[in-house]
């Protein structure tokens, strides 16, 4: 069974930074894409981040600059460094894996972690 865990959410002023981690476990063949999704309150879930396993990365507009994805692929690990937070940043934000098993591909999710961003 494949789980993904993350950590890293919390509470911060504006400006400051958090680095949210997420670590996929079990079974797994390989990792194909993993990306960063989040969802405010009253809001569709968006992407944030995206990184493939050889390392290309995409963001969405409104963190380009202040947001970085990086990946471990040794520890199965995906990270989101965010800087200069915004309270408009203020979300649960979930992790996402394509993972590859022995026998089919499925994409999994994190349980999510809150990022809350005061004024």
């Known amino acids: 069974q494949v789980q993904l865990v993350e950590s890293g959410g919390g509470l911060v002023q504006a400006g400051g930074s958090l680095r949210l981690s997420c670590a996929a476990s079990?079974?797994?063949?390989?990792?194909?894409?993993m990306g960063w999704y989040r969802q405010a309150p009253g809001k569709q879930r968006e992407l944030v981040a995206g990184?493939?396993?050889?390392?290309?990365?995409n963001y969405t507009d409104s963190v380009k600059g202040r947001f970085t994805i990086s990946r471990d692929n040794a520890k199965n690990t995906v990270y989101l460094q965010m800087n200069s937070l915004k309270p408009e940043d203020t979300a649960v934000y979930y992790c996402?894996?394509?993972?590859?098993?022995?026998?089919?591909?499925?994409?999994?999710w994190g349980q999510g972690t809150k990022v809350t961003v005061s004024s």
């Open positions: 996402n894996a394509d993972i590859r098993l022995v026998s089919y591909t499925h994409q999994y």
């Open positions: 079990g079974t797994i063949f390989s990792i194909n894409t």
């Open positions: 990184i493939t396993s050889s390392g290309s990365t």
